[in-house]
């Protein structure tokens, strides 16, 4: 696909000197969009299993509706790439967010009618908010300067902590809001989700102008841009060509599915070991302040000492993690702070690939790449959250945690090789 077949619209022309004022509004812009649809999903993701069990009227099934707003995350992840590729990404972060408040009012009408499939359906779209969210980091590095990429990344990674603090809180309003409707409770924060959507999609769609991707290629050096292909195929063939890639793409999926399989089972765990609701919720919280609030520091340090420096730290933090909560037993102490360092890790593994994968392939490509690798973290995450389940149930959760530590041996041996052989990476 060529320059011309993949843009519908002239790319933009911006000056030089107006680069720094481009820049500070867009990150704004994107900060902003952040917290609203980071106050979006949370809000309502925490009570959809509990949704799901009303609607299925069997346990058994509760973990469905949270298992398909990971794939449809992942299903969507290369449709948008796509789109992004040819428009921009001003069009493909408001189609996300409009799909995200569909699937939210899909859900609203399958627990109105207690029909299942439909409320699978609609968790599927509801993913695509979550996909805008992840989208949104690589936007904020498409006009940052190369040695504050990683800086750029991290802060709108940090706006995400807002919403993901706020919004577990804001869910019993939100129910209760609806209290006497024809709407159940527990799916009143799925309207208050699709509202904020809107608000989000119109957020994007307004202020994002001129859009950072199409500016980024108009500021390609003369040449670059005209005979590149920005197809699907030559993203494959950019991560296949660059070491750098390849281990940037590892580093983002082991990084979310050790922190995925592990979490998602540690509040079964403190409940086997006597952990009360509360406890459970300061645990968590403290994994989610781990997750997003230190994320300016990773993204300082990725850009003074390295990216495969920080991809280090992060797999270190990761291992550290998986030993201590998989050896705590009923110490929750140790638990908790087994699940705060998880959250460290993750963050710095996703902030330094982040930025290692947005240096290592071609402007024209970075879209579809990008896209790739929001497929394959959210793909292994899946697999990954599934199968936890299982290895508690089978072996114990101080096994799951074992096998998490054992993800983290092959992303440190590429790191290690890449780092020998191809040591421009480190830069």
């Known amino acids: ?23 500070r509004r867009t990150s704004a812009v994107l900060i902003a969009s952040q917290i609203l649809g980071g106050l979006g999903v949370p809000i309502s993701i925490a009570l959809a299993p509990v949704l799901a069990t009303e609607v299925s009227g069997t346990d058994e099934l509760s973990g469905m509706a949270s298992t398909a707003a990971v794939t449809g995350t992942a299903l969507l992840s290369l449709p948008l790439a796509a789109l992004m590729t040819r428009r921009g990404r001003r069009p493909g972060l408001v189609l996300a967010y409009l799909t995200g408040a569909a699937g939210a009012a899909l859900v609203v009408l399958a627990a109105a009618v207690h029909n299942f499939p439909l409320l699978l359906l609609g968790m599927a779209c509801f993913g695509a908010a979550s996909l805008a969210n992840l989208q949104a980091r690589f936007a904020a590095a498409d006009l940052a300067e190369p040695d504050h990429r990683a800086r750029a990344i991290s802060t709108v990674v940090w706006a995400t902590t807002i919403g993901a603090v706020l919004g577990p809180n ?32 119109t957020l994007v769609g307004v202020l994002l102008r001129p859009d950072p991707l199409l500016t980024a290629r108009a500021l390609a050096p003369a040449g670059e841009e005209s005979h590149a292909d920005r ?12 070491a750098r890639a390849r281990l940037a793409l590892v580093t983002i999926a082991v990084s979310h599915t050790t922190m995925v399989s592990i979490m998602v089972m540690t509040p079964l765990d403190l409940t086997h070991h006597g952990a009360g609701l509360e406890l459970i919720g300061l645990v968590i919280s403290g994994h989610i302040a781990g997750m997003y609030a230190f994320s300016p520091v990773w993204g300082w340090l990725a850009d003074r000492i390295g990216r495969l420096s920080v991809i280090g730290i ?20 140790q638990t908790a702070a087994g699940l705060f360092l998880l959250g460290l890790g993750w963050s710095a593994g996703l902030v330094s690939g982040s930025a290692l994968l947005t240096d290592s392939v071609p402007q024209a490509a970075r879209a579809a790449v990008q896209g790739l690798s929001d497929l394959m973290s959210n793909t292994c995450a899946g697999v990954g959250g599934a199968v936890s389940g299982l290895i508690v149930a089978q072996a114990g959760y ?3 945690n074992a096998a998490g530590a054992m993800l983290l041996v092959p992303l440190a041996a590429l790191t290690l090789f890449t780092a020998r052989r191809h040591p421009a990476a480190e830069g």
């Not at 790319?11 to 820049?23: N, S």
């Not at 939100?174 to 699709?194: K, L």
């Open 314 to 333: 992060g797999a270190s933090l990761l291992l550290t993690a998986a030993l201590l909560a998989g050896t705590a037993g009923p110490r929750h102490g």
């Open 231 to 242: 197809s699907l195929r030559a993203g494959f063939a950019a991560v296949t060509a660059s």
């Open 398 to 400: 101080g096994w799951l």
């Open 170 to 201: 804001l869910s019993a309003p939100a129910s209760h809001s609806f209290a006497g409707t024809s709407i159940p409770q527990t799916a009143g924060p799925f309207v208050w989700a699709a509202v904020i959507f809107l608000l989000t999609g």
């Open 1 to 23: 696909m060529t320059s011309a077949q993949g843009t519908a619209r002239p790319l933009p022309v911006v000056a030089p000197a107006e680069l720094p004022r481009l820049r």
